[in-house]
């Protein structure tokens, strides 16, 4: 089992351009999460899906769409790219919402110019 | 606006002994408390999860909880220079159910 999957590693965009994170799982999970982490910022949640067909609004998703595309797959587009969504973008999943224990993705590094 | 705090570090500890991470919280309400380490340019693992009032042991770590205080801990015995990693905090539940996590402190293991 591959666990969580991210494509891709590392990206460089121009400020206005448009890209998709990939993110997939591997492990039957219900519920999938997308975190970005900053320097001295820890992981901050910008979208999560309960169970597939739901996504809801985290802490940080301005900037940010999402969609379930199934049960394994959950993907992050930036419209738009700025320099502040500059980061490291890192795919969650876990068995429910209720099952706290998080599984991660290597993560994205993401730097917009 | 749920709040979890931790001394960002790093906290220098020398090989073989006790590492005390502390992290403190702020919704009086939270349920469930999480230690994930994460290595530098790699994702966070989880290694304890704790859910009620006292000591959780799995084998050099030790979680510690104390509600009344909203504080939470991690001690690691026998500290290895493979236990320097950044330790974030996270906690879950009261008013929003969602996931918090700290800023992570950094440990750093002193051959």
């Known amino acids: 089992n591959a666990g969580v999957t991210q494509t891709p590693k590392f990206q460089v965009l121009k400020t206005g351009q448009s890209m998709t994170l990939q993110c997939a799982q591997d492990?039957?999970?219900?519920?999938m999460y997308w975190y970005r982490q900053d320097p001295g910022m820890g992981l901050r949640l910008i979208y999560y899906s309960a169970s597939e067909g739901t996504t809801d609004k985290g802490e940080v998703p301005n900037g940010y769409n999402v969609s379930r595309l199934n049960k394994r797959e959950f993907s992050l587009r930036l419209e738009s790219a700025a320099p502040s969504q500059t980061s490291v973008y890192f795919c969650?999943?876990?068995?429910?919402?209720?099952?706290?224990?998080?599984?991660f993705g290597p993560g994205t590094r993401l730097l917009v110019l | 606006q749920k709040e979890v705090e931790q001394n960002s570090g790093p906290l220098s500890v020398p090989e073989g002994a006790i590492a005390s991470l502390n992290c403190t919280y702020s919704d009086r309400g939270s349920q469930s408390f999480f230690w994930y380490r994460q290595y530098s340019g790699k994702s966070p693992e989880l290694i304890m999860s704790i859910y009620s009032n006292g000591d959780k042991e799995d084998g050099r770590f030790t979680a510690q909880l104390n509600k009344a205080s909203q504080y939470v801990s991690l001690l690691i015995r026998d500290s290895q220079p493979s236990d320097s990693a950044t330790y974030l905090c996270?906690?879950?539940?009261?008013?929003?159910?969602?996931?918090?996590f700290g800023k992570g402190t950094r440990l750093h293991i002193l051959p």
């Open positions: 492990m039957n999970h219900n519920s």
């Open positions: 996270a906690v879950r539940g009261g008013r929003d159910d969602k996931i918090i």
């Open positions: 969650a999943s876990s068995e429910s919402s209720a099952q706290e224990t998080q599984y």
